[in-house]
């Protein structure tokens, strides 16, 4: 009997021993087992290609519309750049309809000129082969860009904006032949253009309307360095005709200019209900008409905000006084 109770004790021992090994086991399996797991989790293949499918599509804010090809060439002795754009291949937009008629529009940034190609007819892949050449001196390259916006275009209604892109004019990109994206235009009416003071006065005895053209702040840059070459245009209408035309000095150089210049029209006070004053700022350019900044419109007919109508009417009620106000430019 004593013998068989030692049996029984050495295999209770022996199964608890053997339990306690299994245990162990088992936790060691199942440890290796989440870890396998959590590393196949983050190395799967199909887990990143779906991070890099998402990513794009929450960086993206620009529909991709087509694919333009352009060629380049900068002459450093001359600091020209030759522009060859070629042409558009796939223009998707709802806007210019099936088969669209398009044109482009090339500007250098900070630049007031602009060139604009002939009009390509009826199709989605247009080719323009439309050379362009502009004069940026080579300390200006790294902060410039060449915006070539392509436009839909309409033989009676207004010409529509449908893409636009920004040819680069990093170091390594001056030479050869590139394909880059033509994303969704953004509109820039908006943009802010400055800043015009204005001074006006009438003198009824005298039939005289003083119009003064003093200071602009804040216009934007338009040159390679920054800063804006400008000059202010006034016209008077009567009704819907120019009676008169004026234009201020080119200040050079500046995008803060005192012009500080006064023109005198002669209106009866008949006629003064029916006038509309134009003041228009441009960038003064050494061929061709300059390029436009900003513009107001002052009067009865026609104003282009309450304030500049207000500033009308404090003309006439303080006869012989001069009315002077700041308004901010509008875009053309």
Not at 11 to 16: A, E, H, R, V
């Amino acid at each position: 009997m004593a013998f068989f109770s030692f049996i029984f004790e050495l295999s209770l021992y022996s199964y608890i021993i053997f339990a306690s090994l299994l245990l162990v086991i088992i936790s060691i399996c199942t440890g290796i087992c989440i870890c396998y797991c959590c590393c196949c989790k983050s190395t799967d293949p199909s887990a990143v290609s779906e991070n890099e499918e998402i990513l794009p599509l929450l960086k993206r804010k620009r529909k991709v519309l087509g694919k333009l090809t352009y060629g380049i060439a900068y002459t450093y002795a001359t600091a020209r750049i030759e522009l060859i754009v070629m042409g558009i291949r796939d223009l998707n937009v709802e806007a210019a309809g099936k088969d669209p008629n398009t044109y482009i529009i090339a500007k250098i940034e900070h630049s007031g000129k602009q060139y604009i190609s002939n009009v390509v007819t009826k199709t989605c892949s247009p080719l323009y082969n439309f050379a362009v050449e502009f004069y940026c001196p080579l300390e200006y390259l790294k902060n410039n860009r060449i915006n070539v916006t392509v436009y839909s275009f309409k033989r009676i209604h207004r010409n529509i904006p449908l893409a636009e892109c920004k040819v680069s004019l990093d170091e390594d990109r001056l030479q050869g032949v590139f394909t880059i994206d033509l994303r969704t235009y953004v509109p820039r009416d908006s943009a802010y253009k400055g800043e015009i003071c204005l001074m006006l006065r009438y003198q009824t005895l005298r039939k005289k309307l003083s119009i003064g053209v003093l200071e602009c702040k804040n216009l934007p840059k338009m040159n390679l360095d920054g800063t804006t070459d400008s000059y202010a245009k006034v016209k008077v209408k009567l009704k819907k005709h120019v009676i008169f035309k004026e234009k201020t000095a080119v200040k050079k150089k500046s995008r803060n200019p005192l012009y500080n210049e006064t023109f005198k029209f002669e209106i009866s006070p008949t006629n003064l209900s029916l006038v509309t004053i134009v003041v228009e700022v441009k960038e003064s350019v050494t061929i061709g008409r300059g390029a436009p900044i900003g513009s107001i419109k002052l009067g009865f007919l026609e104003a282009d905000n309450e304030r500049l109508e207000n500033h009308f009417n404090q003309m006439i009620a303080q006869a012989r006084s001069p009315v002077t106000m700041w308004h901010e430019l509008l875009p053309k």
